[in-house]
């Protein structure tokens, strides 16, 4: 089975080009979606004839440029693929575990610059309510290793065994057209980005198919990549707005609303704190937008757009 590869890029000229040069030695088709980068991404890009881009006139988000690469290509299987990410070995291999009928996405591991497995990334299980909530009140900041976070971040697994998973990063995850499909693709209402593979691949297993781990498959992934661009207020509010947007997609009345009243707390507490070490006066705007975020959340259930409380012109 030839897999296709989706990679989305915003001011990725500093990564794409190793990027690529490792996609290309793949037996696969490329598509890099632009999501209108400023600098010189597009003209790295171009560079590869074996390469086919899209370049967007306008930022499309994350959720909505994977889906657009999706449709694009006819393959049968999809590596999704950031573009800070340089594949080392294994898509054969993952594109044959999405031989199994059960099996709907392939994750494999993902390594830093020293070649040390990314753990606590590369692969976690689904949020639960107190995972959301310690993550959102910045429990996990200050006593990363308790026992919800180190369940969340899978602290706990041998990164060197194969195994079903719930959660492996979106940076090096390989789907099935026709799961994809079946399910519309990734929700474009995660935007610009965050929370949208975890959406996906929840939705992926609610309807009873496996998600594998593979460590025989490699990626060295440089991480941050996708947020570098973003300001301290614009982070702080996708962020939120895309945890908010999870728990009003997956959890019931009740946990919901814990997890805006944690939100709501969270903020309270670092806003200060934030202004003071950062000296940016603008983070109270930011916060000020993620406490009405929550708060709208916890009053109506439903979660507004954060970008309308973005600073004009920041987007990732």
């Given at each position: 089975?030839?897999?296709?590869?989706?990679?989305?890029?915003?001011?990725?000229?500093?990564?794409?080009?190793?990027?690529?040069?490792?996609?290309?030695?793949?037996?696969?088709?490329?598509?890099?979606?632009?999501?209108?980068?400023?600098?010189?991404?597009?003209?790295?890009?171009?560079?590869?004839?074996?390469?086919?881009?899209?370049?967007?006139?306008?930022?499309?988000?994350?959720?909505?440029?994977?889906?657009?690469?999706?449709?694009?290509?006819?393959n049968e299987v999809v590596l999704l693929l950031n573009p800070d990410a340089v594949v080392e070995t294994g898509l054969t291999e993952m594109a044959a575990q999405l031989r199994e009928p059960e099996v709907a996405?392939?994750?494999?591991?993902?390594?830093?610059?020293?070649g040390e497995p990314q753990t606590g990334f590369a692969v976690r299980r689904f949020p639960t309510v107190a995972a959301l909530a310690f993550e959102a009140a910045g429990l996990n900041r200050v006593w990363p290793g308790n026992p919800v976070n180190r369940s969340y971040r899978c602290l706990d697994m041998d990164?060197?065994?194969?195994?079903?998973?719930?959660?492996?990063?979106?940076?090096?995850?390989?789907?099935?057209?026709?799961?994809?499909?079946?399910?519309?693709?990734?929700?474009?209402?995660?935007?610009?980005?965050?929370?949208?593979?975890?959406?996906?691949?929840?939705?992926?297993?609610?309807?009873?198919?496996?998600?594998?781990?593979?460590?025989?498959?490699?990626?060295?992934?440089?991480?941050?990549?996708?947020?570098?661009?973003?300001?301290?207020?614009?982070?702080?509010?996708?962020?939120?707005?895309?945890?908010?947007?999870?728990?009003?997609?997956?959890?019931?009345?009740?946990?919901?609303?814990?997890?805006?009243?944690?939100?709501?707390?969270?903020?309270?507490?670092?806003?200060?704190?934030?202004?003071?070490?950062?000296?940016?006066?603008?983070?109270?705007?930011?916060?000020?937008?993620?406490?009405?975020?929550?708060?709208?959340?916890?009053?109506?259930?439903?979660?507004?757009?954060?970008?309308?409380?973005?600073?004009?012109?920041?987007?990732?």
């Amino acid at each position: 089975m030839r897999p296709g590869i989706v990679i989305v890029t915003f001011n990725s000229e500093s990564v794409i080009g190793s990027c690529l040069r490792a996609a290309v030695r793949q037996d696969a088709d490329i598509v890099v979606v632009d999501n209108a980068s400023n600098d010189g991404t597009v003209e790295e890009v171009r560079r590869w004839p074996e390469v086919e881009l899209i370049a967007n006139g306008a930022n499309a988000g994350f959720a909505a440029a994977v889906n657009q690469g999706v449709r694009r290509l006819r393959n049968e299987v999809v590596l999704l693929l950031n573009p800070d990410a340089v594949v080392e070995t294994g898509l054969t291999e993952m594109a044959a575990q999405l031989r199994e009928p059960e099996v709907a996405a392939v994750g494999g591991r993902l390594l830093d610059g020293s070649g040390e497995p990314q753990t606590g990334f590369a692969v976690r299980r689904f949020p639960t309510v107190a995972a959301l909530a310690f993550e959102a009140a910045g429990l996990n900041r200050v006593w990363p290793g308790n026992p919800v976070n180190r369940s969340y971040r899978c602290l706990d697994m041998d990164l060197n065994s194969p195994a079903d998973v719930d959660q492996p990063a979106g940076a090096f995850l390989m789907i099935r057209r026709d799961v994809w499909r079946d399910l519309n693709g990734l929700d474009e209402g995660f935007h610009p980005l965050w929370f949208e593979d975890v959406d996906y691949l929840k939705r992926v297993c609610d309807l009873g198919f496996k998600v594998r781990y593979l460590p025989a498959a490699a990626a060295v992934h440089a991480g941050g990549h996708s947020i570098r661009g973003l300001s301290d207020e614009c982070r702080e509010l996708y962020w939120y707005g895309s945890l908010l947007r999870y728990a009003s997609k997956h959890f019931g009345f009740v946990s919901r609303r814990v997890i805006c009243v944690a939100v709501l707390f969270g903020s309270l507490l670092r806003m200060p704190a934030s202004v003071m070490r950062k000296r940016r006066i603008r983070l109270f705007g930011a916060y000020g937008g993620v406490i009405r975020l929550a708060a709208e959340s916890l009053v109506t259930g439903r979660v507004q757009s954060a970008g309308r409380y973005a600073a004009a012109g920041t987007t990732s």
